[in-house]
């Protein structure tokens, strides 16, 4: 009669057996795992349509949802030039005198004597209307500050390219030129406001009638 198996035999036998379940286990929860994901993934839609074919087409109230309305009210701006665009002349009459100022910023360019062509006819609109044979006075102007080019050689050259004009124009007038540089401003200058710079730079055109 045979001897029974010693108790060391089977323990090992036993271990392998455990890591085969324990495998096993493993393998199954994975398989388990896989299974919900693929239906999660193949079941059809919740509404009942296995495919964009088969969706309804929207309605008007749908379509009308959809779309958003710009309005441009309020995010539009509106230039107003009012009170931004510079005339190149102001006219004043007072106690029989005429004064025509005109803006040096707007007829030369910086540190230039030089009168374009285009302001001659209008420096001839501006006198159409001085008396026949009057006395006229073309006075110069700068500011304080000092350019490139002298301010009195400036104010003067500038003078003298008007009064070229009012010669072409009206060789009846009697002209007086003359240029003053910053020795008669028009108004106070402020270093913190270049308007009142700019409203010194001007050519004056006086006469009386």
Avoid: C
């Avoid at 931004?84 to 030369?108: C, H, M, N, P, Y």
């Amino acid at each position: 009669m045979s001897a029974a198996p010693s108790p060391r035999w089977w323990a090992p036998r036993g271990r392998r057996r455990d890591r085969s379940r324990a495998g096993r286990a493993t393998r199954g929860g994975a398989a388990a795992a896989l299974a919900v994901v693929l239906a999660a993934t193949l079941a059809p839609p919740a509404a009942g349509f296995a495919g964009p074919d088969e969706l309804p087409d929207p309605t008007p109230e749908l379509l009308a949802a959809s779309v958003i309305a710009w309005d441009p009210a309020g995010t539009v701006i509106q230039w107003d030039p009012a009170g931004t665009v510079r005339s190149v002349e102001q006219v004043e009459t007072q106690a029989g005198k005429t004064t025509i100022t005109l803006a040096t910023d707007i007829l030369f360019t910086p540190d230039s004597a030089d009168l374009p062509e285009t302001a001659a006819a209008r420096i001839g609109e501006l006198v159409a209307q001085v008396p026949q044979g009057a006395a006229v006075q073309v006075h110069g102007h700068t500011d304080s500050v000092q350019g490139a080019v002298d301010n009195q050689q400036l104010s003067t050259g500038r003078a003298e390219a008007v009064a070229e004009v009012l010669r072409s124009s009206r060789p009846d007038l009697q002209l007086e030129v003359a240029g003053f540089a910053a020795t008669r401003p028009a108004v106070s200058e402020r270093a913190d406001d270049p308007a009142t710079r700019a409203a010194n730079r001007r050519v004056e055109i006086v006469y009386t009638g």
